[in-house]
């Protein structure tokens, strides 16, 4: 068999697919599913420093699809929405439709200080606070913002349960 060439314009792909084993691998055992848990992340309003720490968890530094979990763009393939940032009026109805859109199972989890109480942003005129005084979360992860590994953590802990 012929051996594969490493240089040449196939030199980046090859250093991409070598990166990848390179990945953080899952601490612990996570009990293995027939398919991946869908997550649907939406940002309310806010800094957004938050979602961006949960936009990196798909980034190659992380291991979220050897967590068991997989991001989704349209909210009828997710079992779990991710919200970061106060709840906004303008995004109220956003979040509404976002979560009917949910198949039934759904979970809603608070990632960061915004999300779970409103953070710097209380209710007032322009926002309804956290989530925490809106309605039940099943998990919400504090932190102004969450590190990656905390949110990870917090994910599978829930996907344990």
Known sequence: MKAVQRTGPLSLLYAFMDATRGRASVNGEIPRRERPIGL???????????????????????????AGFVCV??????????????????????????????????????VGACAVDGGPFPAGYATLGGLQALTPVRRAIPGCPPAPQEILHALEELARV
Do not use: K
């Not at 349209?74 to 949910?102: H, K, S």
């Open 40 to 66: 649907y992340i939406l940002e309310t309003g806010g800094c957004e420093g938050c979602f961006m720490e949960v936009e990196s968890l798909n980034g190659s530094a992380f291991a979220l699809e050897q």
């Open 73 to 110: 763009s349209d909210p009828a393939d997710a079992d779990w929405l991710l919200l970061t940032g106060a709840v906004t009026r303008v995004c109220a109805e956003m979040l509404d439709r976002v979560w009917r859109a949910m198949p039934p199972g759904r979970s809603l989890i608070a």
